[in-house]
Antibody
């Protein structure tokens, strides 16, 4: 069974940093690109970042480029998203997804990040 | 950046009704479009990819059509579990943007 489980969310103050993790099981993570998608409170879905199978190709949305860093450890079946200089507008649920060429076919349950002083 | 505009914002229907949701791209995305369903409090679920191919386990009442800039998701006869928010997303280039969503609610 394919499972993606995010962790590392929580309440943080503006300007602080945070690292989200996504533990993957049920498929060889090294065979798939992986993405992060976020959703602000009461808002729609926003694609954040993508990392290729080997980590050689990385893409970010304009809204997070320069503050977010995606990485992966295929040996540990784990995906990461490091966020610097957190802003209130970064508040939301962060989803880890499997990027199956044509669509995001599996999603985690999400990790809630709340940025507030 | 390709902008996806979904319409209507909200669709008020009853079980058994047909739902027709639209997604229009600001430039051609060929057939590189997917549809997702998000029920309240849940993660999104893939419904349709490549504009018209149903994902594994998705009931036949869901169908997608279109190419280029105009796409449609049709639910032929709404079941109670279909009342949710639906998003389109393109995969033509970077960034992989989503539409703003269409909420299908009970009348």
């Amino acid at each position: 069974e394919v499972q993606l489980v995010e962790s590392g969310g929580g309440l943080v103050k503006p300007g602080e940093s945070l690292t989200l993790s996504c533990a993957v099981s049920g498929f060889p993570m090294s065979a798939f690109a992986m993405d992060w998608v976020r959703q602000g409170p009461g808002k729609g879905l926003e694609w954040v970042s993508s990392i290729s199978q080997s980590g050689n190709y990385i893409y970010y949305s304009d809204s997070v480029r320069g503050r977010f860093t995606v990485s992966r450890d295929n040996a540990k079946n784990s995906l990461f998203l490091h966020i610097n200089s957190l802003r209130p507008e970064d508040t939301g649920v962060y989803y880890c997804t499997r990027d199956w060429v044509l669509a995001f076919d599996y999603w985690g349950q999400g990790a809630l990040v709340t940025v507030s002083s | 950046e390709i902008v996806l505009a979904q319409s209507p914002t909200t669709l008020s229907l009853s079980p058994g009704d047909m739902a027709t949701l639209s997604c229009r791209a600001s430039q051609s995305v060929d057939r590189s479009l997917a549809w997702y369903q998000q029920r309240h409090g849940q993660a999104p679920r893939l419904l349709i990819y490549d504009a018209s191919t149903r994902a594994t386990g998705i009931p036949a009442r869901f169908s997608g059509s279109g190419s280029g800039t105009d796409f449609t998701l049709t639910i032929s006869s709404l079941e109670p579990e279909d009342f949710a928010v639906y998003y389109c997303q393109h995969r033509f280039n970077w960034p992989r943007t989503f539409g703003q969503g269409t909420k299908v609610e009970g009348k």
